[in-house]
């Protein structure tokens, strides 16, 4: 399955993979007017994060891995301030969006209090993050930060991947895309093409 989501308030092009197996996968591309970013996720059936590879444009590399026992590590460096946390927050994607959605599975109305890894891509900084979910309709579900004021309802597909995520990113170019004058040319450039553009 394939997906692609553009960047509203900061322009940005997102193409992700995802594939089903024993373990879930996603493999994905990220442009924004900061470089260019390669990251790779595995979940295990049950949507439960495992592992994170994060390629960034100047050649360094990070991860982020969570074992069965709940024990976190960033650059196989234990991390026990991050015991409590199951989900990662990937800052400039809306993808970890969908982690909790399917992990919670959550009924009509119900709400979820979480604790995710928040994962800063520019510093490679990982703090953990109070966040809530609530489900407020078929499609929709309400995003919460419960350490700021910040919350957006965010509109999913049947999957529980992210259609519309208000002010910050879409599936669709936002208007005058193509104009603004801080979007690079080759944001919405297939992967495949940008590697070969000069």
Sequence with gaps: MDY????????SI????????EKLQAQSILTNSD????YKVTLDADWVFRDLTLHRHDDRRFEVC??????WSVNKEVRPDLKGAIDIDLAFSPFTNTLPIRRLNLALGFRAEITTAYID??????VTDPQAYTRT????????SL????RRQIRVDGDGFVIDYPGLYSRYPPAGWH???????????????????P
């Design 4 to 11: 692609a989501w553009y960047g509203v308030q900061k322009p």
């Design 14 to 21: 997102e193409r992700l993979q995802f594939k089903v197996g």
């Design 35 to 38: 470089g260019r970013y390669d």
């Design 66 to 71: 969570r074992g069965n026992d709940g024990t």
């Design 121 to 126: 891509a520019s510093s490679f900084r990982v």
């Design 137 to 144: 309709g078929v499609d929709l579900y309400l995003y919460e």
């Design 147 to 150: 350490d700021s004021d910040f």
């Design 179 to 197: 104009r603004r004058p801080d979007a690079e040319s080759n944001l919405d450039k297939r992967p495949e093409d940008r590697a070969t553009s």
